[in-house]
């Protein structure tokens, strides 16, 4: 398990990277109310004016999933995995843990 970035990009302002982000919260969860842990913790951050930042913790078969998942929600938009930067999204690892060894 590590942290990875899904980054979307190609939004004219910050504005409308930050509207995007309920169409895809909503592919990483489609009932918000459901009980238990989301199956991957998950964050958003901007990038610039142009890029809407996903933050996952989740092994790399599963990150390359989510992007695809993603990609189908919002193309025509360009959508990238990377590695986790450093000291970005270090709460969702924190997350993970709490959540399944409260299990």
């Not at 913790?41 to 913790?57: C, E």
């Amino acid at each position: 398990m590590e942290t990875f970035e899904v980054r979307i990009a190609g939004f004219v302002d910050v504005d409308d990277a930050l509207a995007t982000q309920e169409t895809v919260a909503r592919v990483l969860c489609p009932v918000p109310e459901h009980n238990g842990p989301c199956d991957v913790p998950w964050g958003f951050s901007v990038d610039g004016a142009d890029q809407l930042v996903l933050g996952i913790y989740a092994t790399a078969e599963k990150a390359a999933s989510v992007v695809e998942d993603v990609r189908g929600a919002v193309e025509p938009r360009e959508v990238t995995l990377m590695n986790g930067t450093p000291g970005r999204f270090n709460e969702l690892a924190d997350q993970w843990r709490i959540e399944h060894t409260a299990r």
